[in-house]
């Protein structure tokens, strides 16, 4: 039922995967045809293709994904042992809101079920449905989008352009936190970015990730959904000559950040959107998703965090309290610990992890208290 409304890879495709090498993923993936349905039971990664662009107005293409998967299906997979289905495309419904109802479902489903859905757009705003598709699994959602915009509503913006506003405004509200990676300052407006720091979100300009993208690592490691805009990448790389970018990451630079996506215990869907139909730009885009997938086998299992003798735990005393750090001896990353305040309202109900890195611990023996951990203080408080 959650899946009526897929339709399955056409003939043309099939007979692409006919000619491909043994050894390729084409080879390797269960597909979505005209007679058969993967089994979802047996899968680790499912991958979702959503035909649908009207978030970006009126008078815009149908997404087409044929370039895409004829580029990744080409690819060699690495030494991966999970099941990968393809569950073909979701086409766009009668409104855009029948799209999102159907990926919402099914994203839901998934995830119910422990497969980590990898969505391709189609316009941004099907953020959103996945985001919505946390509903029903009745926890607090952290949002992660490499975006060079915020996605804040303007008046009368379009959906694809102000989906972030939706995430918050409108019930229920599952959003804990958002983490932009990439913004460009002359794309948004100051009243955006003051409204950022007003919600103790998180928010990390492109030249601060490109100066050391490792930053960006524990903000990943944090995240349930993530969300990735091909705008976010310069032409130069991505081919994208349709919509001129000067500025952006490069190739090399939004891999690193989908396997970041990838290897975070926690991100348990991903979505890379806005492609723009272009065959150069499909190449990069099944790069990013390759990334993702091989960022997946290299997961630790530290997350939720489990026994404590796995990791070194260092006290660090400020002037008016303490900041716990814990220190995996089995990846060298760090957490920071969130105290549970009984005295006050709250919405932690017991202490909690946050992922930080080493220069938040050298920061703090240095009375520099973490950024981050201070936005999640807050943000329990609000």
């Known amino acids: 039922m959650v899946f009526d409304f897929f339709q399955p890879l056409d003939a043309d495709f099939f007979e692409f995967v006919q000619g491909l090498s043994s050894q390729t993923l084409g080879k390797k993936v269960v597909f979505h045809s005209e007679t058969d349905?993967?089994?979802i039971e047996k899968a680790s990664i499912a991958i979702i293709g959503v035909l649908e662009s009207r978030g970006l107005g009126e008078g815009n293409y149908e997404t087409d994904l044929t370039h895409i998967r004829q580029e990744f299906y080409s690819l060699f997979p690495g030494n991966w042992e999970a099941q990968i289905v393809d569950l073909g495309n979701i086409a766009p419904g009668n409104s855009l809101e029948d799209t999102y109802y159907v990926l919402k479902n099914a994203v839901a489903h998934l995830i119910k079920n422990k497969v980590i859905p990898i969505v391709i757009g189609g316009s941004q705003d099907l953020t959103y449905a996945m985001y919505r598709a946390y509903d029903q699994l009745e926890q607090m959602v952290n949002v992660v989008s490499v975006d060079s915009k915020f996605d804040f509503a303007k008046e009368n913006g379009l959906p694809a352009e102000s989906f972030l506003s939706s995430m918050i405004v409108e019930e229920p509200n599952n959003l804990?936190?958002?983490?932009n990676i990439g913004y460009q300052t002359y794309f948004n407006s100051q009243e955006e970015i003051d409204l950022i720091e007003k919600l103790y979100f998180d928010a990390y300009r492109l030249g601060e990730v490109c100066n050391n993208p490792a930053i960006a690592e524990p903000v990943f490691r944090d995240a349930d959904l993530v969300s990735l805009d091909l705008n976010s990448v310069k032409s130069s790389d991505s081919g994208n000559f349709v919509n001129f970018i000067p500025n952006g990451?490069?190739?090399?630079?939004?891999c690193v950040l989908s396997r970041y996506s990838g290897i975070s215990d926690k991100v348990t869907s991903f979505g890379v959107f806005n492609h723009n139909n272009s065959k150069a730009e499909s190449v990069l885009a099944a790069q990013v998703i390759w990334y993702f997938i091989e960022g997946f086998h290299y997961r630790s299992k530290e997350y939720p965090f489990g026994v404590k003798e796995d990791y070194l735990k260092y006290i660090v005393p400020l002037e008016e309290?303490?900041?716990i750090f814990y220190k995996s001896d089995k990846t060298e990353r760090w957490w920071i610990e969130i105290p549970f305040?009984?005295?006050?309202?709250?919405?932690?109900?017991?202490?909690?992890?946050?992922?930080?890195?080493y220069d938040d611990y050298v920061g703090a023996t240095n009375q520099e208290i973490p950024e981050r951990w201070w936005k999640a203080q807050m943000k329990n408080l609000i």
Do not use: A, D, H, Q
């Open 176 to 179: 804990f936190n958002y983490s």
């Open 341 to 357: 305040l009984s005295n006050l309202n709250n919405k932690l109900r017991r202490s909690t992890l946050l992922p930080c890195t």
């Open 249 to 254: 990451f490069n190739g090399k630079e939004i």
């Open 321 to 323: 309290e303490e900041l």
């Open 37 to 39: 349905f993967p089994n």
